[in-house]
């Protein structure tokens, strides 16, 4: 039988309202439980007004809502198919021949359709969002500014000296491990920031607390280039610490990814992070579509099956595993254990199908 229009309708509104619902009640908790970890963490600092906290705390609810919409749908679809169950508007769509499988697809629509808004304006505002919070928490908390920029001409980082000066690294590329770059310049600048000397080196070797830069040439203000050899410097990076402050991926937008990407690896650095965070985000409408049938698994027979607060408390913990287990495919997938590609679509692919088997041995098995 085909569903009607009517139907339809119907169902995709009832989900969608339960799903506003818990959207808007998950993002008011977290606001608040992340308002009073900030005030928390900023309680010694007597310049972060409560202005500066609310900011930083709506600046950042952007980017955490993206990690709430999964259990939003689940819990949306829970309590939807389980209130149309309990009503018996199920039972009478099922007599007159309509399917789960079509009962379903105007909810499954629905969590497509909210997948779709994440990647392509709930993403980006959260990119320009969490890169304004992230200035802001580097100022207010850490008392830093930013140290590391990646140009189409390379990488650049800026460092203190024992004497008040700068020194400004600019290298051409760098090796996937960060511990070897090609074509590096070092401007040293005094504590006034006027220049005072240049050093060139086709190659340079990051060390423990120490540039080393190998086949040197030295210039200073007014002085033809010298040949030097090895020349060192002292360093407060390490490999680690300039990998991490890359923008991250969740600063950038869906749409900027690529483009970041490909400079990245032009550069000959690794991608992995920002290939990852890209690929979860393509799958992500495919994992929402897999909580509305994990959710109905759990919801659609309750009124013939009893134990309505066990089903349901099962499908909420089903969700949780789910959660975690993504999490731990992600991070096998960031440290490069398994493919990027397997990263971030298992979790959803997975998903998917154990809702789906699950529904057919439930209706038809």
């Known amino acids: 039988m085909r569903l009607s229009s009517t139907l339809t309708a119907y169902v995709a509104r009832v989900f969608a309202l339960w799903f506003l619902v818990f959207f808007a009640g998950l993002a008011g908790i977290i606001l608040v439980a992340d308002m009073l970890e900030l005030l928390r963490r900023t309680a010694a600092r007597p310049e972060a007004s409560f202005g500066i906290v609310a900011t930083m705390a709506v600046l950042k609810l952007p980017r955490l809502l993206?990690?709430?919409l999964p259990f939003?749908?689940?819990f949306a679809g829970i309590m939807a198919f389980w209130r149309l169950t309990r009503s018996s508007e199920l039972v009478v769509a099922r007599a007159v021949g309509v399917s789960v499988w079509q009962f379903l697809a105007p909810a499954v629509a629905v969590a497509l359709l909210v997948g779709?808004?994440?990647i392509g304006l709930l993403n980006p505002l959260a990119a320009?969002?969490?890169q304004r919070f992230e200035a802001i928490e580097a100022r207010v908390l850490r008392?830093?500014?930013p140290q590391t920029t990646l140009a189409g001409s390379g990488l650049w980082l800026r460092q203190g000296r024992p004497d008040g000066g700068e020194a400004m690294i600019h290298a051409e590329r760098g090796a996937p491990l960060l511990d070897m770059f090609e074509r590096v310049t070092v401007l040293l600048l005094d504590a006034n920031g006027r220049f005072e000397t240049r050093v060139d080196a086709p190659v340079a070797r990051l060390t423990d607390g120490h540039w080393v830069l190998s086949d040197a040439r030295l210039a200073r203000s007014g002085r033809p280039p010298e040949p030097v050899g090895e020349w060192r410097i002292a360093s407060e990076f390490t490999a680690d610490r300039?990998?991490?402050s890359f923008a991250p991926p969740e600063t950038m937008s869906f749409w900027a990814l690529p483009g970041f990407i490909e400079l990245l690896e032009q550069a000959g650095f690794a991608a992995t992070r920002h290939k990852l965070h890209y690929q979860a985000l393509l799958a992500s409408p495919l994992l929402l579509a897999a909580m509305v049938l994990i959710a109905a698994t759990f919801s659609l027979?309750?009124?013939r099956r009893g134990g309505v607060g066990m089903r349901i408390a099962s499908g909420v913990m089903i969700g949780f595993v789910l959660y975690f287990v993504s999490d731990l495919v992600y991070a096998l997938g960031l440290s490069r254990r398994i493919p990027v590609a397997l990263a971030a679509w298992a979790p959803a692919v997975v998903s998917t199908l154990l809702g789906v088997a699950t529904l057919l041995h439930q209706e038809d098995g």
């Open 128 to 130: 320009v969002m969490t």
């Open 301 to 303: 027979r309750v009124s």
């Open 72 to 74: 939003a749908v689940l």
């Open 66 to 68: 993206q990690d709430l």
């Open 242 to 244: 300039i990998q991490e």
């Open 143 to 145: 008392g830093q500014t």
């Open 116 to 118: 779709a808004f994440k």
